[in-house]
Structure formats: structure tokens, C-alpha cells
Nanobody
């Protein structure tokens, strides 16, 4: 059974940066695509970023393109989300997810496993 544990969330002022980490265990990490999603209060969960099994393909939501970077370290079984130039509208619970197909996808129902989430709060 795959387990995903996010860390790195917190509170930051607008314009600041945070790096989220998601530790993967239970299966062969290098064969999984990984994604980040977020859910703000009163809103539906939305796609943020995804990366293919080998890291060769990445996708971003338009709202974070140019500010966020997803990366995957297969040696450390960890996926990261570097978030720069944060805005108040980035405030949400951020979830990492794993897709056994290995191909980066943007729809949440394609993912097989989910973490418990980590809170990110950006103040103006």
C-alpha cells in the first residue's frame, strides 16, 4: 500500500516562498507519476502541477505557471513543489497524489493514492 506524507506547509506573506515535500513509501516510486492539488475553503479541489514517472514531462495550472515548480527525486522517494511569488489566492490545503500509470495527468480521478494534505496560508 502506498503512503504519502506531505510537509513544508505554513504561513507566509505575499511574495514569499515555500517548498512542499511529499514522501512516498510502499511501492516503487520511480514508476509513479506524481501530482499536486489544492483545495481552498468553500471551493473544489483543483489541479496545481504534475510530473511524469521519470520527470521528463511536467504540467502546471495556468494560475501557478511561472511561479511554481514540481520536481521528483527518485533516489529520495520524494516529490517537491517549490512555490515562489506566493499570493493570497494560493491559500489552500495542498495534497500530493500518486498515479500508477506513470504518465502525468491533470484530473484527480486518475490518481490512485493521496496524502493527508498540508496547509498553506498566504497573507497580504
Amino acid at each position: 500500500q502506498v503512503q504519502l506524507v506531505e510537509s513544508g506547509g505554513g504561513s507566509v506573506q505575499a511574495g514569499g516562498s515555500l517548498r512542499l515535500s511529499c514522501a512516498f513509501s510502499g511501492r516503487t516510486f520511480s514508476s509513479y507519476a506524481m501530482g499536486w492539488f489544492r483545495q481552498a475553503p468553500g471551493k473544489e479541489r483543483e489541479f496545481v502541477a504534475a510530473i511524469s514517472w521519470g520527470g521528463g514531462s511536467t504540467y502546471y495550472a495556468d494560475s501557478v505557471k511561472g511561479r511554481f515548480t514540481i520536481s521528483k527525486d527518485n533516489a529520495k522517494n520524494t516529490v517537491y513543489l517549490q512555490m515562489n511569488s506566493l499570493k493570497p489566492e494560493d491559500t489552500a490545503v495542498y495534497y500530493c497524489a500518486a498515479d500508477s500509470s506513470g504518465w502525468a495527468v491533470v484530473t484527480d480521478n486518475e490518481y490512485d493514492y493521496w496524502g493527508q494534505g498540508t496547509q498553506v496560508t498566504v497573507s497580504s
